[in-house]
């Protein structure tokens, strides 16, 4: 059965400090992955995928970066955190349908 | 472009009522959509409910259906009889199986089920 797993499960940062979010998948190779944010009261929206290693497509542009560096594992990162990073970020990855991750829920100060 | 607009929540029933929470799309650059309810119970991760990725055709599960409604591009959710059990946030959601595999999801509408 294929597991995914992300960390932190919650993130108090300052704004201007850098972030890093992980996100593993076990179980399945090759896998699509992606990056997914919600402001608190707002929509779901993807902001990154992958369909293989080394390979990031942006979707939408919110001052964050992405990386594969492994088959399994995705992280998203930024150098200077801004108030509005402020939400939930979902990682997922995809047959015909995709499966979340549990989420990591991060406040901005 | 494409989007996906649903009811807005909260929406409140009691229990062993019918519900319809309704879900509207556009798809102007998917050569075939396909459909999806995803649900986020309290405290647990956004899970799948059902899907449709053909036009025409219903999906079930849990006592809940949705049909794919290509000619008024509608989507809603339907259950004639809701539990308390029920009581979660529903995201329809419009996905893109091209080049990236895309999904564009509602706003979310969250149900609360009284006993």
């Known amino acids: 059965a294929q597991t995914i797993h992300q960390w932190p499960v919650a993130e108090i940062k300052a704004v201007g400090s850098p972030l890093s979010l992980g996100c593993t998948i076990k179980?399945?190779?090759?896998?699509?992955l992606y990056w997914y944010w919600q402001a608190t009261g707002g929509t779901l929206q993807q902001l990154f995928y992958?369909?293989?290693?080394?390979?990031v497509e942006s979707v939408v542009q919110l001052n964050l970066s992405a990386s594969r560096p492994k088959d399994d594992q995705f992280i998203l990162s930024t150098e200077k955190l801004l108030l509005s990073h402020s939400g939930f970020y979902l990682c997922?990855?995809?047959?015909?349908?995709?499966?979340f991750g549990p989420g990591t829920r991060l406040t901005v100060l | 472009g494409d989007s996906v607009t649903q009811t807005e929540g909260p929406v409140t029933v009691s229990e062993s009522e019918s519900l319809i929470i309704n879900c509207t799309y556009s798809?102007?650059?998917?050569?075939?959509?396909?459909l999806f309810w995803y649900v986020r119970y309290p405290g647990e991760g956004l899970q799948l409910l059902l899907k449709?990725?053909?036009?025409?055709q219903k999906g079930s599960s849990r006592g809940f259906e949705a049909t794919y409604n290509k000619e008024t591009t509608s989507f809603h959710l339907q259950k004639a009889s809701v539990q308390e059990s029920d009581s979660a946030v529903y995201y329809c959601?419009?996905?893109?199986?091209?080049?990236?595999?895309?999904?564009?999801f509602g706003d979310g509408t969250q149900l609360v089920v009284k006993p």
């Open positions: 997922a990855w995809s047959l015909s349908e995709q499966f």
């Open positions: 179980g399945k190779s090759s896998p699509n």
């Open positions: 992958s369909i293989t290693v080394g390979q």
């Open positions: 798809a102007t650059s998917i050569a075939y959509p396909n």
């Open positions: 449709v990725i053909t036009a025409g």
């Open positions: 959601a419009l996905g893109d199986w091209g080049s990236n595999n895309r999904i564009f």
